[in-house]
């Protein structure tokens, strides 16, 4: 059964006639004979007796009757709830985001977002990268706000960078190794060659984020076997701690300018190795249907990377 056969049933049932319920449905009576004709016999079992009263309902057309008007109220419900959705009146969207990045992104974005669209549920998931692809892979984020790398991309996922981000070196105030760096006027940050620091020791973030692993891609490409002094999952912990002279670090550039004050350091870009960056994206499952609210908040991120400086 459908919601049109439904319908020509429950017109017929309350207008007790063929021709009237051809009528109010604008359709012809021969054609509407035959519709509910096929209903009983798929059913195998009458639905109407024809009598001087007109179409009335056997027993089970009543029980019949019953359940089309459930399902036909139902159907409309759910139909007002799509136009709801469509319209963006009501709605729900789950986004991924790393921890940092949540903390300065969501700030700006969720505001203007809710100022628009008030009835739009938001639920966040703050994880590292590895498990956000694993949600987006498993559906149960619709998008993310992530950062990805060539060569650690996840093939299965969209990526749509939003804004490319070097990686620094960091080390404590005129570090000895500082006299090897050079300026360039076009930079925030002098450049130097990180092949210098293979002996010293690095502070490094724990394996599952992301931020070493690109770290691990840029100790590949300059053939650095790093001594680690300590492991953390903190990136802020990690600056602080190279800005004491206890080893140095990487980080990205917009990462540094998260929390500013206490524990100056130096900061450096790294020469001629052009996979020492990550890409900021937003991530999708291409085989995941994206609501009409999921792609209005997506527009709303590309617009605030399109005109505002990041951090």
């Given at each position: 059964?459908?919601?049109?056969?439904?319908?020509?049933?429950?017109?017929?049932?309350?207008?007790?006639s063929i021709s009237k319920a051809a009528k109010k449905l604008f359709i012809a009576q021969p054609s509407l004979s035959q519709a509910?004709?096929?209903?009983?016999?798929?059913?195998?079992?009458?639905?109407?007796?024809?009598?001087?009263?007109?179409?009335?309902?056997?027993?089970?057309?009543?029980?019949y009757y019953i359940a089309a008007t459930e399902i036909l109220n139902i159907y409309n419900d759910f139909q007002n709830e799509v136009t709801y959705i469509n319209d963006l009146k009501r709605g729900r969207i789950n986004i991924g985001i790393t921890g940092f990045m949540g903390t300065y992104l969501l700030p700006e974005l969720i505001p203007r977002f809710t100022k628009d669209?008030?009835?739009?549920?938001?639920?966040?998931?703050?994880?590292?990268?590895?498990?956000?692809?694993?949600?987006?892979?498993?559906?149960?984020?619709?998008?993310?706000?992530?950062?990805?790398?060539?060569?650690?991309?996840n093939k299965s996922i969209s990526h749509d960078v939003l804004y490319r981000d070097p990686f620094l070196l960091v080390t404590k105030k005129d570090h000895p190794l500082s006299k090897f760096s050079h300026t360039d006027g076009n930079n925030l940050y002098p450049s130097i060659d990180i092949s210098l620091f293979k002996d010293e020791k690095f502070i490094l973030l724990d394996k599952n984020k992301r931020i070493r692993q690109v770290s691990d891609i840029i100790f590949n490409i300059e053939g650095i076997n790093p001594t680690i002094s300590l492991t953390l999952k903190n990136y802020e912990s990690a600056r602080r701690i190279a800005s004491t002279g206890f080893g140095v670090t990487l980080i990205p550039m917009q990462y540094i300018k998260i929390f500013e004050g206490k524990y100056d350091a130096d900061y450096y870009l790294i020469n001629n190795n052009k996979y020492a960056f990550w890409d900021t994206c937003i991530a999708t499952n291409p085989n995941t249907y994206l609501s009409k609210a999921a792609k209005v908040f997506i527009e709303l991120i590309k617009k605030y990377f399109n005109t505002e400086q990041p951090i």
């Open positions: 059964m459908n919601d049109r056969e439904l319908t020509y049933f429950k017109t017929i049932a309350e207008t007790k509910i004709q096929k209903i009983e016999e798929s059913l195998g079992i009458k639905l109407f007796s024809r009598t001087y009263d007109g179409m009335t309902l056997t027993l089970a057309g009543e029980k669209f008030p009835n739009i549920e938001i639920y966040v998931s703050e994880m590292d990268s590895t498990l956000i692809e694993q949600s987006l892979s498993d559906g149960t984020i619709d998008f993310a706000i992530m950062h990805n790398h060539p060569l650690k991309e």
